[in-house]
């Protein structure tokens, strides 16, 4: 069985500050990574994914992840954060042949001026 | 490109009425999967349907099904309904192509149960 680890339930972070959000998941196979973000009332939008190759994969809205397979985490990264990051980002996984994902329980990003 | 469409956004049933929600995929996606997203249990994997069949189901009670047309069309269908059914559920299609699990979400329907 897989499963997936948020850290931090929420996080808070001034505007233009850097910011890192933690996921670690475990699985006995080979994976798919997935981070997704929910604006309030709204599904879920990808944002990046990992699939294979490089372990640095970039996304949209300039946020980044990093595969780590050794430590089984795909952290969620972004240099500088604006007031319209503040949303809910999942991390999900997706391993062998099933067709679902599992997700984290999430994290609550929250950019203040 | 239009997205993947969700009926209704909200709605409203009491205690042991029964629902249907409705989903239309992104043209040319033939699977469809459901999620139920709430508060306490985050995203639960619901069912999947993939050519007018289910090809993998969660852990649900009977009262959750589900169904999918020919035009790859879904619905679910929640029967005897429970307070604890309120909930956010959230359809996602895909193309199934190298089945890379990548998925394209509606905005959901709410359903509130009293």
């Known amino acids: 069985a897989q499963s997936v680890t948020q850290l931090d339930s929420q996080v808070p972070v001034f505007e233009e500050a850097p910011v890192e959000l933690r996921c670690n998941y475990s699985s006995s196979v080979s994976v798919y990574l997935f981070w997704y973000v929910q604006y309030p009332n709204q599904g879920l939008q990808l944002l990046l994914k990992y699939l294979s190759g490089s372990t640095l994969v970039k996304g949209i809205n300039g946020f980044e992840a990093e595969f780590n397979k050794s430590q089984t985490s795909f952290h969620l990264r972004k240099p500088s954060v604006h007031i319209s990051d503040t949303a809910e980002y999942f991390c999900a996984v997706k391993s062998g042949t099933a067709s679902k994902l599992t997700f984290g329980t999430g994290t609550r990003l929250q950019v203040t001026l | 490109k239009a997205g993947v469409t969700q009926t209704p956004r909200y709605l409203i049933k009491t205690r042991g009425q029964q629902v249907t929600l409705s989903c239309s995929p992104i043209?040319?996606?033939?699977?469809v999967s459901w999620y139920q997203q709430t508060p306490g249990q985050g995203l639960q994997f619901l069912f999947e349907y993939f050519s007018e069949t289910q090809r993998n189901k969660g852990n649900f009670p009977g009262r959750f099904s589900g169904r999918q047309f020919s035009n790859s069309r879904s619905e679910m269908n929640v029967s005897t309904l429970e307070l604890g059914d309120s909930a956010l559920y959230l359809c996602?299609?895909?193309?199934?192509?190298?089945?890379?699990?990548?998925?394209?979400f509606g905005e959901g329907s709410r359903l509130t149960v009293l």
């Open positions: 996602a299609s895909a193309t199934d192509r190298a089945n890379t699990g990548e998925l394209f």
């Open positions: 043209s040319g996606h033939r699977s």
